[in-house]
């Protein structure tokens, strides 16, 4: 049974950063996609960022581009969102997903294309 959990999320100034985790259990293989998304209160979950299965290729939302990084840990089995000069804008329940299989064609930004999810952590930035 495929697994992510989510962690890191918290209370941070604007201007600070976090790093979330998100750790995959119950695969035999790191060969899939992964992102991040993003819902925030009374508004649809939204795509914030995107990693291929050989960490070659990334793909980020305009709104975070060039403040969020993501990156993969595959001994830990483990993607992390490193989220900086944050903004109250950025408060959310963030959430990661996989997709089953590489991706070869490129990382989508929709929902539908990744199959397991996991809880969300919330992130909160304060003014």
């Known amino acids: 049974q495929v697994q992510l959990v989510e962690s890191g999320g918290g209370l941070v100034q604007a201007g600070g950063s976090l790093r979330l985790s998100c750790v995959v259990s119950?695969?035999?293989?790191?060969?899939?996609?992964m992102v991040w998304f993003r819902q925030a209160p009374g508004k649809q979950r939204e795509f914030v960022g995107a990693?291929?299965?050989?960490?070659?290729?990334?793909n980020y939302a305009d709104s975070v581009k060039g403040r969020f990084t993501i990156s993969r840990d595959y001994a830990k089995h483990t993607v992390y969102l490193q989220m900086n000069s944050l903004k109250p804008e950025d408060t959310a329940v963030y959430y990661c997903?996989?997709?089953?299989?590489?991706?070869?064609?490129?990382?989508?930004?929709?929902?539908?294309?990744?199959?397991?999810w996991g809880q969300g952590t919330q992130v909160t930035v304060s003014s």
């Open positions: 990693i291929g299965y050989d960490s070659d290729s990334t």
């Open positions: 997903a996989a997709s089953k299989g590489p991706l070869y064609n490129g990382l989508p930004r929709q929902m539908v294309s990744y199959n397991y």
């Open positions: 119950g695969r035999t293989s790191s060969s899939y996609g």
